[in-house]
């Protein structure tokens, strides 16, 4: 997560997808990102001297979204960095003093720029295998000469922009991956290296480095550090177990919340504002992070895969690290509540089952056509949700027959039959979602338009709510519709 400017924000998930907020993270939207579930995202950083200007650090299967994407209109539109040579970018690190001066941490080694991005220049030795890859970066803030770089074999440094490197890993556990590499902004010889053995501290530039006495309740697997701009001595840092603070420079740390954090940002406009990005999505905190709010509203970065309703509540499984979740929502609320395993013993929440094994699919059926749901539409009769669009079953589920129509040879990801009234159902269509008042015969769309994600799953009308239709975006989260006012009619 990265603040902007006064107010705005940028979030960004591991599957390249991308938010703004314009409100203090109060509500998101997604940006046009054109490697979004195409690639995985690494890196993200804002260029602090030219606005509108935002590097994101990338590795895919396909050349196309490996590499760097530039945007220089605030993410409107967006272009590969055309160097073949970066592949697989890992990190990347602008100089605070010229941005034209840009690092790289590549799974080929540390690249180097001078003008923006236009020339690139491997500044690591090919041959050097423990210098790859390279997974974190830091420039030295008063000599872009003095580069950092964190891999899987501990840290690196350079003192002659990348001509000679050496290891810097003297009193830090042989094998660390070193997640995050921090300069002190006050103390250039102050290094900070966020590690999965914990938070170490070099007085020396590195060339010695001390473990700290870690949190009580924390992990060791330590992912970011960031310093307060406003109070140099106070520091936070992201474990796997929470998120830790320091006051003293790194001396002593204590956790202060329990979400497993991997990116800290702090607005350096208003004192102890810092925004967190955690596996249980983004937070804020007014108080140096001792208390933290949810601010998800529009933004998700969680696996979604199924939803069902009890009167008026919501259950969403969601697949993280820790394995399968449960979250629910009453109607009446607006944040997400974790299930407890005490909860969920006493109150399992229905979920949807695969459908290629719902008795009365014929085999036959199932193997040729993805099958995604199936409700009761007329009396007798069975509307299946298929990759070839709609198909209906007068037997009870024997025999099949596409329903000819404008949902017809495409994908209809998502039925459900509204619970008041049989004859009416909704369907998804990619990124739009349909409605038909005749048991699914004829069919007219209630939504369309790019705002709208295209990977709808599931779709319900809670039955203690029958105004609203609840959509679930596999990667984008929980969408609500009040149901138009002709309803009635």
């Not at 590795?59 to 945007?71: A, V």
């Not at 690249?111 to 923006?116: G, I, M, N, Q, S």
Request: glycine share 8%; aromatic share 8%; hydrophobic share 40%.
């Amino acid at each position: 997560m990265v603040l902007v400017d006064r107010g705005t924000l940028l979030a960004a998930t591991s599957n390249a997808q991308i938010f703004r907020s314009e409100d203090d993270g109060e509500s998101w939207k997604p940006l046009p990102f054109p490697a979004q579930y195409r690639a995985t995202l690494h890196s993200f950083v804002v260029d602090r001297q030219n606005p509108g200007v935002y590097f994101v650090g990338l590795s895919s299967d396909n050349p196309e979204y490996s590499g760097i994407l530039r945007t220089s209109d605030s993410g409107d539109t967006w272009d590969r960095i055309p160097e073949p040579e970066l592949r697989a970018v890992w990190a990347i690190a602008i100089w605070q003093q010229d941005s034209k001066v840009m690092a790289a941490g590549t799974e080929d080694g540390v690249f180097l720029t001078r003008d923006a991005g236009t020339t690139w220049v491997l500044v690591t030795p090919a041959d050097a295998v423990e210098l790859k890859p390279v997974v974190s970066l830091a420039i030295d803030p008063w000599e872009s000469n003095i580069l950092y770089a964190g891999t899987p074999h501990l840290a690196w440094k350079s003192v002659d922009g990348g001509s000679v490197w050496q290891s810097i890993h003297q009193g830090m556990l042989e094998d660390s991956d070193v997640f995050a590499i921090l300069i002190d902004d006050q103390r250039r010889r102050r290094v900070f290296a966020a590690t999965c053995g914990g938070i170490y501290r070099s007085l020396d530039g590195g060339a010695v480095w001390r473990k700290m006495i870690e949190a009580e309740g924390a992990s060791f697997r330590t992912y970011h550090i960031a310093q307060d701009p406003a109070q140099p001595n106070v520091l936070l840092a992201g474990t796997t177990q929470g998120l830790v603070k320091s006051e003293d420079s790194g001396t002593t740390w204590r956790r202060v919340s329990e979400h497993s954090t991997h990116w800290i940002a702090f607005d350096t406009a208003r004192p102890n504002r810092t925004y967190l990005a955690t596996d249980e999505g983004l937070f804020r905190s007014d108080d140096g992070g001792e208390s933290l709010r949810a601010i998800n509203r529009g933004f998700t970065n969680r696996h979604l895969t199924s939803i069902a309703a009890v009167e008026t509540s919501l259950y969403v499984t969601a697949l993280s690290d820790r394995g399968r979740l449960v979250l629910r929502r009453p109607d009446s609320e607006f944040e997400w509540e974790e299930m407890t395993e005490t909860a969920l013993q006493a109150s399992e929440p229905p979920e949807y089952k695969p459908l290629s094994k719902i008795p009365g699919l014929p085999r036959s059926f199932s193997e040729h056509i993805g099958i995604y749901d199936v409700v009761r539409a007329a009396d007798g009769e069975l509307l299946a949700a298929t990759s070839r669009g709609l198909a209906r079953s007068l037997d009870a589920g024997v025999t099949w027959k596409p329903v000819p129509g404008r949902l017809d040879g495409t994908t209809v990801s998502a039925l459900c039959r509204h619970p008041t009234r049989p004859e009416v159902l909704f369907a998804a269509l990619f990124g739009e979602i349909f409605r038909s008042r005749d048991h699914g015969r004829s069919w007219t769309p209630l939504t369309a338009g790019s705002e709208h994600p295209n990977d709808f799953v599931a779709l319900l009308v809670l039955p203690g709510n029958p105004g609203r239709l609840i959509a679930l975006s596999r990667s984008r989260g929980v969408y609500a519709m009040v149901l138009p006012p002709e309803w009635d009619d």
